[in-house]
């Protein structure tokens, strides 16, 4: 069983929200120059995206493998394990980019996911110790850490793009490289033991068994959605964006707003799922997710594009925090791990294939095509949760 201890969730979530700060830093420095660097790099327009989709695919074969380590090792070596990956990567990065070498590039962002897939694990961390009425509350907390990611992404993109004239962007990725140093030293000062050892030879239920739970299922498939559908468009936005004739450092502003978007709900979220129940604020942010869509299919201005994106991360946060929520429900100490890494491989999983879609229905189609693609997803999301409800409603009246 799980000690809680409230004092300590608090003090870790506060370290947590600030290692989401530094990799977001450097997440959002990744989504709005991958793009622009690969379709300065790659042979084929349709391949423009493909690093961001790299680091997706990286993340999903890295999301196992960083969960199963870490109930080895513990959360504090895995979380400095994880942010070294960030620092290696990034310079990784910065000689592709001064090679001019687009394959380069692109495993070197396939690294920086193996980064993302430990630095996810960021909000089950927070859980770990935290009663089940602040449980919610210190998810929200981490991702709030994402607020400050929202200046300090952009930022990092206007100051330091131009910093080696010879290669554009280079200085960014210098940058996320100490970024990501910074966090590994952060990590040092976690007050969070590693669980008894019993964790780590008591395996528990197999996961067949486990995802026997059909509100588990439908919790995996929340996140699935949620996190598809925002990098789906968050992908192609810079492109399109540039595409209609705008500059990059305002491609950079409204990628900033959405990134705040998709984290300032977050001082309250925990709260609204306290009070409705996460099943109502994950359809409300399903249906924020859909105005998005309908937002950008309504013009190619620079308020379509702002509102469209500030919608989508208030809706991606809604939703993905409650199914964060919502997973952490169903399983045991001992399984924790398991069910974890199987969520977020799911999760990244879905992602890769949004990632890799959005170039090439942005390259073949066009921008209307991106947003259109969101509609069908919410619709299956909703009739799960609308399934869910009524088999409750139907087992509450047999009892």
Request: aromatic share 10%; net charge positive; hydrophobic share 55%.
């Amino acid at each position: 069983m799980t000690a809680f201890d409230d004092v300590r969730a608090r003090h870790n979530a506060k370290l947590y929200a600030l290692g989401q700060a530094l990799y977001g830093g450097h997440t959002v420095t990744l989504i709005t120059t991958g793009g622009l660097i690969g379709k300065a790099l790659s042979p084929d327009p349709s391949y423009a995206t493909l690093p961001i989709s790299a680091f997706v695919i990286g993340t999903m074969l890295s999301a196992i493998p960083a969960s199963m380590f870490m109930k080895k090792v513990g959360r504090r070596i895995g979380f400095i394990t994880g942010a070294g990956f960030g620092a290696v990567s990034a310079l990784l990065g910065l000689a592709a980019i001064f090679q001019q070498d687009f394959l380069f590039f692109v495993i070197a962002m396939a690294f920086t996911g193996t980064y993302q897939a430990f630095a996810m694990l960021y909000r089950f961390a927070a859980a770990d110790l935290a009663s089940p009425m602040f449980k919610a509350r210190a998810i929200a907390w981490v991702t709030v850490g994402g607020l400050a990611a929202a200046f300090l992404g952009p930022l990092i993109v206007v100051s330091t793009k131009d910093l080696f004239p010879e290669a554009q962007f280079a200085g960014c990725y210098l940058t996320t490289a100490v970024l990501a140093l910074v966090a590994a030293l952060l990590m040092l000062l976690l007050d969070q033991p590693d669980g008894p050892k019993s964790e780590t030879t008591d395996h528990g239920r197999p996961l067949s068994e486990i995802l026997k739970q059909p509100r588990l299922i439908v919790a995996i498939v929340c996140g699935m959605m949620s996190f598809g559908m925002m990098n789906l468009v968050m992908t192609a936005t810079p492109l399109a964006m540039v595409a209609c004739g705008f500059s990059i450092d305002t491609a950079a502003l409204v990628i900033q707003w959405h990134v705040i978007a998709m984290y300032v709900p977050s001082f309250f979220t925990g709260k609204l799922i306290n009070r409705f129940g996460v099943e109502k604020i994950i359809a409300m942010g399903l249906l924020i997710l859909a105005a998005s869509g309908v937002t950008s299919l309504l013009g190619l201005h620079i308020a379509n594009f702002g509102i469209g994106l500030i919608l989508l991360g208030i809706g991606w946060n809604f939703s993905f925090v409650g199914a964060t929520t919502m997973v952490t429900d169903h399983y045991t100490p001992a399984e924790k791990n398991k069910v974890q890494g199987l969520n977020d491989f799911c999760v990244f999983a879905t992602v890769a294939v949004a990632s890799l879609s959005s170039g090439t229905l942005l390259h073949l189609i066009g921008w209307d095509a991106v947003n259109l693609a969101l509609f069908p997803m919410v619709f299956i999301t909703l009739i799960l949760l609308a399934w869910l409800a009524l088999s409750s409603r139907n087992v509450q009246a047999k009892t």
